[in-house]
């Protein structure tokens, strides 16, 4: 068997070499060949050890194609821990000819908090470098909130987001160059913070003693918790039942077609939090009702999309699971676009005309790769009279699920 090469891949903590455990300071001494950023490299580069100043996985898996197992040893300088939103991840999974051990470091979150004099095993922890998480739900719903910034999303972009949902009075703590001469720490409320720049790479930590700790615990939130008008709308206990044969997941990406007053794209959304939800409708009095609804729940993770839902989903990213409420006659053709995405979407969709519920019966039976589940529902909520209690009986709807057969 051929010898792997060795490729230790160590957390350096925030940049401070004097933060480096002695483990990961030893790994890197063994090491001949380092790779990482230029501001990480210029603390650990000698004579005798080659440098590459990149942290592209591209390029990390050139240079190690291009080592000798035999005498060559790679260390991969990642920041913080590596196991902490880390490139260390990645890396990994692209290099399978090596040997790749992992040597953990200091974390922004856990320095931060002892700069702060916090605990740290309380806080909701977000990551908005790269990635599109909800904050303002986060910081709405915990007291304690930990968030990576990068990119687009800045401390000040991020808070000024905050004062959009109601959220200025929040207290924020904005940490910057961490661990390094230069390092400086903000303290501010939100809408302060909003008026000042930060660098984009920056760490946040935001106190909300008004939290609500709102998490819902089971599909199917009350009707008189979204704003309503003659729009339709997706009742409780039915929704309750599309959602559990949807079975969404906090990472997916969600289609709502036909989404009406978004109480679906709602339940979907907080859900899916590191996830997305795209709610498509056409009508305008709807779209604008939607967008009041989003806002209300405070959800950065959930889009609206105005106009025909065929034509806008062709350029969305695929979907895990899309819900359908409406279609407007061209449902066989948005399956057939959603399927050519992602032949394994979990698919719902809901009817109350005996024609629709013939025309999917007649798609799925010409897809036989695909199991047909219909369920019919049948609600009917109490209406005061008098001293009595009527029963008044409302539309049944058919629940219908789709998935794909296993092979």
Same mark, same amino acid.
């Given at each position: 068997m051929s010898q792997k090469l060795r490729v230790n891949v160590v957390g350096i903590g925030p940049g401070n070499p004097d933060l480096l455990t002695g483990e990961a300071r030893q790994a890197i001494a063994a090491s001949n060949i380092l790779l990482g950023d230029k501001r990480m490299l210029s603390a650990f580069a000698d004579s005798s050890k080659t440098v590459y100043d990149t942290i592209k996985t591209s390029a990390i898996a050139e240079v190690a194609a291009k080592a000798d197992p035999a005498k060559d040893v790679l260390a991969v300088l990642v920041s913080g821990d590596v196991g902490f939103f880390s490139l260390a991840k990645t890396i990994s999974g692209k290099l399978p000819d090596c040997e790749c051990v992992r040597y953990c470091g200091i974390s922004s979150l856990v320095y931060f908090a002892s700069k702060l004099q916090l605990s740290w095993d309380d806080a909701k922890i977000v990551?908005? #470098?790269?990635?599109?998480?909800?904050?303002v739900a986060a910081v709405a719903q915990n007291k304690k909130v930990f968030s990576l910034t990068?990119?687009? #999303?800045?401390?000040? @972009?991020? +808070?000024?987001?905050? +004062? $959009? #949902?109601?959220?200025?009075?929040?207290?924020? =703590?904005?940490?910057e160059n961490l661990s390094y001469p230069e390092e400086k720490i903000t303290q501010g409320t939100a809408e302060e913070i909003s008026a000042l720049s930060f660098p984009s790479l920056s760490v946040m930590m935001l106190l909300n003693d008004e939290a609500n700790c709102f998490e819902p615990t089971v599909h199917g939130l009350a009707d008189d918790l979204f704003m309503r008008s003659k729009v339709p709308m997706t009742k409780q206990e039915v929704r309750s039942v599309s959602m559990s044969k949807l079975m969404p997941k906090a990472t997916d990406v969600i289609y709502d077609i036909g989404a009406g007053t978004g109480s679906c794209s709602v339940e979907l959304a907080l859900i899916a939090k590191q996830g997305k939800v795209w709610a498509f409708e056409r009508n305008p009095v709807a779209v604008e009702l939607l967008g009041k609804n989003k806002e /209300?729940?405070? /959800?950065?993770?959930?889009?609206?999309? @105005?106009?025909?839902?065929? $034509?806008n989903i062709k350029t969305m990213p695929a979907p895990d699971c899309v819900f359908v409420g409406g279609s407007g006659g061209d449902l066989c053709e948005m399956l057939d676009v959603i399927y050519a995405k992602n032949s394994k979407c979990r698919i719902v969709i809901n009817a109350i005309t005996v024609e629709t519920l013939a025309q999917v019966a007649a798609y799925y039976k010409e897809h036989p790769d695909y199991s047909l589940e219909i369920v019919n529902v049948f609600v009917a909520?109490?209406?005061?009279?008098?001293? =009595?209690?009527?029963?008044? @009986?409302?539309?049944?709807? =058919?629940v219908m699920t789709a998935l794909k057969k296993e092979d």
């Open positions: 990551s908005m #470098h790269g990635r599109d998480q909800n904050l990068g990119g687009d #999303h800045s401390p000040q @972009a991020l +808070c000024k987001q905050l +004062c $959009e #949902h109601g959220l200025g009075q929040v207290l924020v =703590y904005v940490g /209300l729940f405070g /959800l950065t993770n959930l889009d609206v999309i @105005a106009g025909e839902a065929l $034509e909520r109490s209406k005061k009279l008098g001293s =009595y209690n009527l029963m008044m @009986a409302q539309n049944p709807v =058919y």
